[in-house]
């Protein structure tokens, strides 16, 4: 079989690559792109939206092609499928039709039912929106969506006050708006989960589990610079990555704390927000992550919910007594939302505030999120 140009590199990146296991799909494919600069924009969005394809419809591959199929041959199949004639082929278990596992359907009929499990489903086949954040600090949403208005097709968003929505993909980071740090990429509904953190000027705020320090970059403006936001991670990779990106942002008030770093037993009981951003099975996020579909089982998602207890047993020792502590996941599944919400304040005698925010996936919308405010009472 004669492979084109892109095909030769889908299939070299596949052989080295395992959907079950190692670094994210996204990742792996930057890192590949990276080190083959010679591949141009047109054949790089083709070989990623084929990798992205073909990892989304991963369960009805591995049903279409016998065991031992090669890569190149798999390529094939998948590049020849009907998708609508195996979507009404009743032969096929409904779950692989859907492009997902039958625990996962399962666990998502029981929590939304047959309609609404089919359509998050379906979703989940999609390409994720094209969301970015501006940041306030350094340009109004206005001002940069006039400076972007002739040249791409960008809106504003309806849902987030500093949300802009592309309509397609665009080579965003090699804007010099990008490097100006006049935006951010982040999904409106993980920027209305940011929003839950109401800091203000003079208030101490602990990101805990802070990645790369995405939220912090949303709640940092309405601090306008006064008091001081920690980023804790066990990552130090993930650390050097927040730092970068607070810099480039214009946010000075802020520190970098690992497990180990001698300040951070001092902080405890003096936050008046910690936001505890909590490792999750991603269920709301697998159109960006598709290879996690592959992932989730019911041991991954025991041993989740007691990683998601002992972090936030242990993020609350830093807020002070009638401080704001909120407890968020990019999950869709009940076990790791409304039942911990409800764990929590049972176990640890907190006092919700408000109504949880609640985000399920939609079709060129949002991600989906669970995010809970609780207040720490006076013990």
């Keep these: 079989m004669r492979l084109t140009f892109c095909d030769h590199h889908i299939s070299t990146f596949l052989a080295r690559y395992n959907v079950q296991g190692g670094k994210p799909l996204d990742l792996a494919l930057s890192e590949y792109l990276r080190q083959h600069k010679s591949i141009g924009a047109h054949d790089r969005r083709q070989i990623?939206?084929?990798?992205?394809?073909?990892?989304?419809?991963?369960?009805?591959?591995?049903?279409?092609?016998?065991?031992?199929?090669?890569i190149p041959k798999r390529l094939e199949i998948f590049q020849q499928i009907n998708w609508q004639k195996l979507a009404d082929d009743a032969s096929i278990p409904e779950a692989l039709r859907l492009g997902t596992t039958s625990f996962l359907f399962e666990k998502l009929?029981?929590?939304?039912?047959?309609?609404?499990?089919?359509?998050?489903?379906?979703?989940?086949?999609?390409?994720?929106?094209?969301?970015?954040?501006?940041?306030t600090l350094k340009i109004s949403r206005s001002d940069l969506l006039e400076k972007w208005k002739e040249k791409f097709q960008v809106a504003a968003s309806k849902n987030t006050?500093?949300?802009?929505?592309?309509?397609?993909?665009?080579?965003l980071f090699a804007l010099p708006e990008f490097r100006e740090g006049f935006f951010e990429m982040q999904d409106e509904g993980s920027q209305l989960v940011a929003a839950l953190v109401a800091?203000?000027?003079?208030?101490?705020?602990?990101?805990?589990?802070?990645?790369?320090?995405?939220?912090?970059?949303?709640?940092?403006?309405?601090?306008?610079?006064?008091?001081?936001?920690?980023?804790?991670?066990?990552?130090?990779?993930?650390l050097i990555q927040a730092k970068q990106r607070l810099k480039r942002a214009g946010i000075q008030n802020a520190q970098f704390l690992s497990p180990d770093h001698k300040k951070l037993p001092?902080?405890?009981?003096?936050?008046?927000?910690?936001?505890?951003?909590?490792?999750?099975?991603g269920t709301g996020t697998l159109r960006r992550n598709p290879e996690m579909k592959w992932k989730i089982d019911q041991p991954l998602l025991e041993r989740l919910r007691e990683e998601q207890r002992q972090i936030f047993a242990h993020a609350l020792t830093y807020v002070r007594p009638e401080g704001r502590i909120v407890y968020a996941t990019c999950s869709i599944l009940p076990e790791e939302n409304q039942d911990q919400a409800e764990f929590f304040r049972f176990h640890h005698g907190l006092i919700?505030?408000?109504e949880p925010l609640s985000i399920l996936p939609s079709e060129g919308g949002m991600d989906g999120f669970f995010a809970v405010v609780f207040k720490k009472m006076n013990s």
């Design 199 to 238: 800091a203000e000027s003079g208030h101490h705020v602990l990101d805990y589990c802070s990645g790369s320090g995405g939220k912090s970059l949303a709640f940092a403006p309405s601090m306008q610079g006064k008091g001081q936001i920690y980023l804790h991670d066990i990552r130090p990779e993930a």
């Design 48 to 70: 990623g939206e084929t990798l992205f394809g073909m990892t989304r419809w991963k369960s009805l591959l591995d049903y279409l092609c016998p065991e031992g199929t090669s």
């Design 352 to 354: 919700p505030e408000g």
């Design 161 to 171: 006050p500093c949300g802009l929505l592309f309509s397609k993909r665009e080579a």
């Design 266 to 281: 001092q902080l405890k009981g003096k936050m008046d927000w910690v936001l505890a951003d909590v490792p999750c099975s």
């Design 109 to 135: 009929l029981l929590a939304y039912g047959l309609e609404k499990a089919r359509e998050l489903c379906r979703i989940a086949l999609t390409p994720a929106p094209i969301a970015v954040r501006a940041n």
